[in-house]
């Protein structure tokens, strides 16, 4: 059974920072993309930042210039660097993987369980 399980959420006054932790267990063959999105209250999930197994990172404009993404593929984890931290920032964010169990099957989407991570004004 694949698991993510992330950690490093909390609460943070604006202009702070936040690291988000994520990692995969289980009986894993391999791991293309992995990403973090975020769902504030009342709205859709988004994605935040993902990166690729070749560590291309992608961000949403919003958080350019703040966050940044990297993994360790050895540790099958991915990170989340976030700096000056806005309340608009406030969500529950969650890690995403495409996880390959075997080489004869194609990869699957998996997702941690959320991290809530809040940003006081």
């Known amino acids: 059974q694949v698991q993510l399980l992330e950690s490093g959420g909390g609460l943070v006054q604006a202009g702070g920072s936040l690291r988000l932790s994520c990692a995969a267990s289980g009986s894993i063959f391999s791991i293309n993309d992995m990403g973090w999105y975020r769902q504030a209250p009342g709205k859709q999930r988004e994605l935040v930042a993902a990166?690729?197994?070749?560590?291309?990172?992608n961000y949403v404009d919003s958080v350019k210039g703040r966050f940044t993404i990297s993994r360790n593929n050895n540790l099958k984890s991915v990170y989340l660097q976030m700096n000056s931290l806005k309340p608009e920032d406030t969500a529950v964010y969650y890690c995403?993987?495409?996880?390959?169990?075997?080489?004869?099957?194609?990869?699957?989407?998996?997702w941690g369980q959320g991290t809530q991570v809040t940003v006081s004004s």
């Open positions: 995403n993987a495409a996880i390959t169990l075997s080489a004869l099957r194609v990869p699957q989407i998996y």
């Open positions: 990166i690729t197994s070749g560590g291309l990172p």
